[in-house]
């Protein structure tokens, strides 16, 4: 076991041992540790093998930022192994073994090869991409997956934090300090960040004091609300932010904005750089501090700047031999850490840098050389550890998505935040404020301008100023001639990929990327993108600043599917009567937003057949509720009415309807509905359930612009509606109310009354939609149950039967009703589909007028017409079937049906202008290529005179 | 997300809008020819910089209008559209002897 004793290890619980699983070998971890650590512990180095090359890769930034360490955990593919902790049982495994052969090959596959090899000829792609796939990918999708618990959080802060380190502690309770309401969201389980395993001096004082009070003083403070082991994925405009916290996603809403996510340490380029064994300084550092694990036995550190030294001592103290430092600087620079390194006589090699690394499932050993231009002559160091301090870059991916650039600075050689945008700020080391004393009190000055920025009164206080020193060495990448000089780990591009790539012309950073995939991996360039830039200036001879970075795109870190799905809420519209349809066994179909009774009962032809009986013998009843509802008032109301709809209503009656249809500015279809006159000024508008919606904001619109003197409103939701259809629904009705006549004469057909059915109030329409006498009742929502059971236990002596939406289709189209949006398309017009009469071209203005004159000048193109079938006993069609004419497509079907009463089939279909005669034969072509042959036959199929209806 | 300004709801997610277009108010029907008609319901400027775009906050069923930046996607201003349609507007004379 490679596990250190305390006070190494601040996250694991030395009591509490974890049994896991890997490639199917038994380990024993610690509660804390992650899977990574685990391993690490117990002496296993690979994790993975790598994405193209199959190279095997270990732990590199301990820290989430390479493709190196996604395995599969149990049925979940792409898990980071240095993130994701160890739990009892659990499965982890490989996502790739064996191949490494591919790797001897690596010279004839280059950046493109597999565009340029496989794409001829055409037929041969479909040979090679199945073996390409079985090869390439992070991990396994288990289709028999069942899928987890997820949900979302939505939040609101005046200041929201990024980052529970200093700098983000410090801000959090100097916002928190004015009164603002404050989120932190830290990545990590642990508030602390850096401080936790960083080396803040000579002495070895562990940041763990600091970090211990700023937190205690942040959970001391009512008004931060602190979320750990919370992944910020994402920050998108406004400042919304989205984080995933386990199971959860979080949205998060904030006024004004602090990032302190700190700065990530970036790698050197040299020959094996990615064996296991190899990795960052501060990877070995959180190795050591948070899960006490001994990370080599003998170590190189390579380092350019102070800290680097910090990763030595901290070696040292955890009883790691150190076989060198590689000081990549020139001369004696200064330095605290340094000299306590000379101090305790660690050999330090100046001015050398790792050139090659030995081993081959692991590093063995460490070539180096000097860096002035003779290279001095090359030294070997035996060591199963190489440690990099090289330099980093910002944290920066989620400034630069809120807006903000990075800047390549060549006095600190590397990149520079700038132009963050309003209400964000940035604080600590992503904005190169290193030391803990610099980032808490950055931190405490931008909690204060953020707290400010979200409209409270801080007291002024100034920034820190940034860190002059520079960690960084300005080009740490050391090119090999044999190659296996890594520059982005993810999709192992290597330093001659890049110059290939240079070759075939993709100069640009942005091309760059996409040519060689670079910064496209799992970690988006988190450890390439600075490597990547100063390699491309420096072949095109530009400076570094010229070049630019690649951008880092959301989401930073990994959402699954089960994060974006949230509990999977599929919202429906219910109607007021859905209890009762389901009481008497609804099968139930999606209409608009609305779920509706497609039938009643389990059969589904037995059920909609007797529901189209009762309708034609008796007496049925149906839910349209989810029909639109508009009252139109006040003494514009027919002149509101007038410009909507294409009819002419000035002169309908009160106590009239009248079918109304209604055009886009194009003059096509686009609903149609009752246009009701209740009154001079009061107009009641129904809608189709679908189209609802579009037509209140369509009347809003257009009233917004016209404002004439009238009043508009949405009734869909305020009124239910029950159809009472047959020719027993006068015999249902009369005996239930005392103020509506509902005779023939007193209730005309078209004739709308308001009055009370057993004391509930409503508003009667007599329409014809299904060609028997009916009433449709629109009532107050509350009261819609009420009504409807009382219909159906008043209605039992007259055989009452509650039809669905099936038959309902089925009788409306013996009538040759249309539904607009099934038997219209968007370019359908009134002449089209034989609905002229509807439209008064007489009229000044209605909406879409100009364009059916327009159109009305241009040959009619198809024509709806319905039909029969030439042989009744033919097979029906399906809707969308195609007329064809001569082997060209004329028109479609768009309803068909098996009419009971009729016994026959039924439908509309469009055809040419010059088929729509009654009784000219056309041909459909069903299925399998099949012709049809069907006849034009004049609707309504059922009862032309209407006399049933009347 | 986006936060919308509107006019009578504040600052909103943008997710509760819907975008009704740029605001083109309707000509006289009667005084273009087929092909102007065409130009005016096919065709927009889709200008980048400044635009005056027309607004739904949906939950409110509130049309507005806003000036909006589309290539810093900045809303500058938004506004009641009574401040452009001021007045009722007459669309052909009215039938003597209705109402």
């Known amino acids: 076991m490679n596990r250190l004793p305390e006070p190494f290890g601040c996250l694991i619980d030395r009591s509490r041992p974890v049994r896991f699983r890997f490639d199917g070998l ?121 899928g987890g618990e997820h949900d979302k959080l939505h939040l609101h802060a005046d200041v929201a934090v990024v980052g529970g380190g200093p700098a983000g502690l410090a801000a959090a309770l100097a916002a928190a300090e004015t009164g603002a309401e404050v989120v932190l969201l830290h990545r ?12 803040p001096d000579a002495a070895g004082q562990h940041g763990g004091d600091l970090a211990a009070q700023l937190g205690a003083a942040v959970l001391a403070e009512p008004r931060i609300r602190i979320l750990t082991a919370a992944t910020v994925t994402g920050c998108f405009a406004d400042r919304w932010l989205s984080a995933v916290q386990g199971a959860r996603l979080i949205k998060l809403r904030a006024r004004a904005l602090v990032l ?5 340490e ?64 020139p001369g004696h620079p200064p330095g605290d850490l340094r000299q306590a390194a000379a101090h305790r006589g660690l050999p330090i090699l100046q001015g050398r840098a790792p050139v090659a690394a ?23 160091l035996a060591a199963d550890l190489l440690c990099l301090s090289v330099g980093g870059t910002p944290a920066a991916e989620l400034a630069v998505q809120a807006g903000a650039t990075l800047a390549y600075d060549p006095d600190v050689a590397g990149f520079r935040l700038t132009g963050l945008p309003e209400g964000v700020f940035a604080a600590g080391a992503v904005d190169r404020r290193f030391t803990a004393q610099a980032a808490e009190a950055d931190g405490k000055a931008a909690g204060r301008e953020a707290a400010r920025a979200a409209g409270f009164v801080p007291q002024p206080m100034h920034r820190p100023t940034a860190t002059a020193a520079t960690p960084n060495h300005p080009f740490p990448i050391f090119p090999h001639p044999e190659g296996k000089d890594y520059v982005d780990f993810d999709h192992d591009v290597t330093v001659a990929d890049v110059a290939n790539a240079l070759t075939d012309g993709f100069e640009h950073i942005e091309l760059l990327k996409r040519y060689t995939t670079l910064a496209m991996g799992p970690s988006q360039g988190r450890l390439s993108a600075l490597n990547a830039a100063r390699l491309l200036a420096r072949a095109r001879n530009l400076p570094v600043a010229a070049v630019g970075a690649p951008n880092p795109r959301p989401p930073f870190g990994e959402e699954c599917f089960g994060h974006l799905a949230g509990r999977g809420h599929h919202p429906v519209r219910r109607s007021a009567l859905h209890p009762a349809h389901q009481a008497r066994g609804a099968k139930f179909m999606p209409a608009g937003l609305w779920l509706r009774p497609a039938y009643y009962g389990s059969d589904a032809e037995v059920a909609v057949r007797a529901e189209v009986m009762a309708v034609h013998h008796d007496v049925g009843l149906i839910d349209v509720s989810t029909l639109g509802g508009f009252d139109i008032r006040g003494p514009d109301a027919p002149e509101f009415v007038e410009r909507f709809h294409t009819g002419s209503f000035r002169k309908l009656a009160p106590g009239r309807c009248r079918y109304g249809l209604v055009c886009d500015v194009a003059g096509s279809l686009i609903d149609d509905g009752m246009v009701c006159r209740l009154a001079p000024e009061h107009f009641y ?28 409103t949405n009734l869909t939701s305020a009124l239910a509606g029950i159809s009472v259809a047959g020719p027993k629904a006068r015999d249902l009705l009369a005996p239930l109310t005392r103020d509506l006549d509902v005779s023939a004469a007193g209730l005309p057909f078209v004739g709308i009354r308001e009055g009370h059915i057993a004391d509930i109030p409503v508003r009667a329409l007599r329409t014809g939609f299904v060609g028997e006498v009916a009433f449709e009742l629109h009532v107050p929502a509350g009261m819609a149950l ?23 289709r089925i009788l409306r189209l013996q009538k040759g009703h249309i539904i607009i949006g099934q038997d219209t398309d968007a370019n359908t017009t009134p002449a089209e589909a034989g609905l002229a009469l ?100 004049k609707p309504p199929f059922y009862d032309p005179a209407g006399a049933r209806q009347a | 997300m986006k936060l919308i300004p509107c006019p009578l709801n504040g600052l909103r997610n943008a997710e509760e809008f819907v975008c009704g277009g740029e605001v083109q108010p309707e000509p006289d029907a009667s005084q273009l020819s087929a092909a102007d008609w065409a130009q005016h319901v096919f065709h927009r400027d889709n200008r980048a910089g400044l635009v005056r775009e027309w607004w739904l906050h949906v939950p409110s069923g509130y049309w507005f209008i806003a000036e909006r930046d589309t290539l810093s996607d900045r809303f500058l201003r938004s506004y009641p559209a009574s401040e452009l349609f001021a007045k009722r507007t007459p669309v052909g004379p009215a039938e003597p002897g209705d109402r």
């Open chain 1, 786 to 808: 009420a009504l409807w059971e009382m219909l159906l236990t008043a209605g039992e002596r007259l055989g009452v039967r509650p039809f669905g939406v099936e038959a309902q």
């Open chain 1, 26 to 146: 038994a380990y024993t971890g610690l509660a804390g540790d992650s899977i990574a650590s685990a391993l690490a512990a117990n002496g296993v180095r690979v994790l993975s093998s790598s994405f193209k090359h199959r190279r095997p890769r270990g732990i590199y930034s301990a820290a989430g930022h390479e493709a190196g360490v996604l395995v599969q955990v149990n049925q979940e593919p792409s898990v980071a192994a240095d993130e994701r902790a160890i739990a009892e049982g659990m499965t982890v495994s490989r996502h790739h073994k064996g191949g490494r052969w591919i790797e001897r090959f690596d010279r004839f596959l280059p950046v493109g090869f597999y565009y340029r090899a496989f794409f001829r000829p055409a037929f041969g792609w479909r040979l090679w991409e199945p073996i390409i796939r079985r090869r390439v990918g992070h991990g396994r999708v288990d289709p028999g997956f069942a």
């Open chain 1, 685 to 712: 508008v129904t809608a189709t359930t679908g189209a609802a919606d579009g037509i209140y904001r369509s009347m809003l619109w257009w009233q917004a612009q016209w404002r004439l003197d009238v009043d508009i």
């Open chain 1, 838 to 937: 509807a439209v008064a071209m007489a009229k000044p203005y209605f909406v879409g007028r100009r364009a059916l004159e327009i159109r009305a000048g241009q040959p009619l193109e198809r024509r709806l017409v319905g039909f029969t079938l030439a042989d009744p006993l033919a097979a029906p069609p399906s809707e969308c079937h195609l007329v064809v004419r001569q082997g060209d497509i004329v028109g479609r079907v768009t309803s068909v049906a098996h009419s009971p009463v009729l016994n026959q089939t039924i439908g509309l279909a469009y055809v040419a202008p010059d088929q729509a005669e009654p009784g000219i034969a056309f041909t459909i072509k069903v299925r399998a290529g099949r012709l049809l042959n069907a006849v034009v036959t």
């Open chain 1, 358 to 380: 030995e081993g081959r499932d692991a590093v063995q050993a460490v070539l180096h050389a000097g860096l002035d231009e003779a290279g001095g002559e090359r030294g070997r």
């Open chain 1, 260 to 264: 302190a996510s700190g700065q990530r």
């Open chain 1, 266 to 329: 970036q790698p050197a380029v040299f020959r094996n750089n990615d064996l296991p064994g190899v990795m960052l300084g501060s990877a070995a550092q959180r190795l050591i501090r948070l899960h006490g694990v001994k990370p080599g036995r003998r170590a190189v550190v390579a380092t350019a700047n102070d800290a680097g030294y910090g990763v030595a001592l901290d070696l040292e103290e955890a009883g790691v031999e150190l076989a060198g430092i590689l000081d990549l600087r």
């Open chain 1, 188 to 199: 990590r389980p642990r508030l602390g960040g850096g401080l936790l395993w960083g080396r």
